[in-house]
């Protein structure tokens, strides 16, 4: 089944300590994404990624990271994490298409994270 | 900059057709996306428009005008298990940011 996987879907830590969230992909897709998503706020790109090696920085990058070393992995490294970053995140991957073609995003379940 | 305005809340009736606006500023326009969220779930793709004109998917049609920098989403035929949120989305020049507005949540009412 085509899907994309995020881990764990649920997390709560304490400000400062390192984590990470895991998203893999099996469509075998060149972008992939991270958004968060808060109330009255939709959805904000945090960093996306073209293909391997290549990743650029979305909107709300600050206090984030990432990494996109094999083609279905695309992990969101939060080194000293803070309340502030409390939210629902998401990982999404699309085919990446020339020129006007459609470029549907498919999104993993989502991870609430809670910084206390 | 990049802004996405769409209403916050929406009710319509089991049935009845609603029709949800979005109107967007942004520096580039390569397409723009509608997805449907219902609560706690991921977002997941209803349309797609990068052409003006109406774009037609069963009950579902999408409608963009890039001169006024406007789209809408059109629903037929309401159901309950319409009642979900609605993001509009636009990706940019390039086609890899991508800018999403802040979601329309809809209630359908028996």
Redesign the interface.
Same mark, same amino acid.
């Given at each position: 089944e085509a899907q994309v996987t995020q881990n764990p879907r649920y997390l709560i830590t304490v400000t400062g300590k390192k984590l990470t969230v895991t998203c893999s992909q099996n469509m075998n897709h060149e +972008?992939m994404?991270w958004?968060r998503q808060d109330p009255? $706020?939709? $959805?904000?790109?945090i960093y996306?990624s073209?293909n391997v090696e290549v990743t650029?920085k979305?909107?709300v990058p600050e206090g984030y990271k990432v990494s996109r070393k094999e083609k279905r992995n695309f992990p969101l490294i939060l080194e000293s994490p803070s309340p502030n970053q409390t939210s629902l995140y998401?990982c999404a991957s699309s085919p990446? $298409?020339a020129g006007?073609a459609?470029?549907?995003? +498919?999104?993993?379940?989502?991870t609430r994270l809670s910084v206390l | 900059g990049q802004n996405i305005d769409q209403p916050t809340e929406m009710t319509a009736t089991e049935g009845a057709i609603v029709q949800i606006n979005c109107t967007y500023q942004t520096s580039g326009f390569n397409g723009l996306f509608w997805y449907q969220q219902h609560a706690g779930e991921a977002p997941t793709f209803l349309s797609y428009n990068v052409l003006d004109g109406l774009e037609e998917k069963g009950r579902f049609s999408s409608f963009l005008s890039r001169s006024k920098g406007y789209s809408y989403l059109l629903l037929k035929e309401l159901q309950m298990k319409d009642s979900a949120s609605y993001l509009c989305a636009v990706r940019d020049n390039y086609g890899q940011n991508f800018v999403f507005g802040p979601g329309t949540r809809l209630s359908v009412l028996p």
């Amino acid at each position: 089944e085509a899907q994309v996987t995020q881990n764990p879907r649920y997390l709560i830590t304490v400000t400062g300590k390192k984590l990470t969230v895991t998203c893999s992909q099996n469509m075998n897709h060149e +972008y992939m994404s991270w958004y968060r998503q808060d109330p009255g $706020l939709g $959805l904000r790109q945090i960093y996306y990624s073209m293909n391997v090696e290549v990743t650029d920085k979305g909107d709300v990058p600050e206090g984030y990271k990432v990494s996109r070393k094999e083609k279905r992995n695309f992990p969101l490294i939060l080194e000293s994490p803070s309340p502030n970053q409390t939210s629902l995140y998401f990982c999404a991957s699309s085919p990446r $298409l020339a020129g006007g073609a459609k470029n549907i995003q +498919y999104f993993g379940a989502g991870t609430r994270l809670s910084v206390l | 900059g990049q802004n996405i305005d769409q209403p916050t809340e929406m009710t319509a009736t089991e049935g009845a057709i609603v029709q949800i606006n979005c109107t967007y500023q942004t520096s580039g326009f390569n397409g723009l996306f509608w997805y449907q969220q219902h609560a706690g779930e991921a977002p997941t793709f209803l349309s797609y428009n990068v052409l003006d004109g109406l774009e037609e998917k069963g009950r579902f049609s999408s409608f963009l005008s890039r001169s006024k920098g406007y789209s809408y989403l059109l629903l037929k035929e309401l159901q309950m298990k319409d009642s979900a949120s609605y993001l509009c989305a636009v990706r940019d020049n390039y086609g890899q940011n991508f800018v999403f507005g802040p979601g329309t949540r809809l209630s359908v009412l028996p």
